[in-house]
């Protein structure tokens, strides 16, 4: 055989090799577009998902926010109440304090100006101190009235008046400022 038999067959033998060397790169470059295209679309359908996951997470975290201020409202409101509340008890104590020292200075005032109680009867009775005060304070007072009424009967009817005395005006103080009773008869003088 000649030589240019063999160059043709070398030639056609590579050119053999170039074609089937291109058609397995194409093929492998069209494997990889389509593993490319493929590998994208499972990017897209994965990307998608977490977008709808991301807002159904998005939503489920504003009913919790919406929640969670809703109950921090409701606690607020709660603890204006108990302000309240307690606010209220403040002044129904002290309500209760001021009515309380108004009882126990009308009580000290009835004492000293009641002649039949001495500091020994009252137990702790008003102290002369106080006594002068309860007097100085009362000024001319009048006996309460009657509030009692039978049982079973209601009376709109006001209360009667008594005249107001002074101190001075009262026959049984100047007898009980001088150590006399007031209704006790008079001894014989000897």
Excluded: F
Excluded at 73 to 93: G, P
Excluded at 106 to 124: F, K
Excluded at 154 to 169: G, I, K, L
Aim: proline share 8%.
């Amino acid at each position: 055989m000649d030589t240019w038999v063999w160059i043709v067959i070398g030639v056609v033998v590579l050119a053999i090799v170039v074609v089937a060397v291109l058609a397995a790169s194409r093929r492998r470059a069209e494997r990889e577009r389509a593993e490319r295209a493929r590998r994208e679309e499972e990017n897209r359908k994965h990307a998608h998902h977490l977008r709808r996951e991301a807002e159904e997470r998005e939503i489920g975290a504003k009913e919790h926010q919406a929640s969670a201020t809703a109950a921090q409202a409701e606690a607020e409101q709660a603890r204006v109440e108990a302000e309240r509340k307690e606010r209220e008890a403040r002044e129904r104590a002290e309500s209760a304090e001021v009515e309380r020292q108004r009882v126990e200075h009308q009580r000290a005032q009835a004492d000293a100006l009641d002649p039949d109680v001495t500091a020994e009867t009252a137990g702790t009775g008003p102290d002369p101190d106080v006594r002068a005060r309860a007097e100085a304070q009362a000024g001319p007072m009048a006996p309460a009235p009657d509030t009692a009424q039978a049982p079973g009967t209601t009376s709109t009817a006001p209360a009667p008046q008594v005249p107001e005395q002074t101190p001075a005006e009262d026959p049984a103080r100047g007898r009980h400022s001088a150590g006399e009773a007031p209704d006790a008869p008079q001894a014989p003088a000897r």
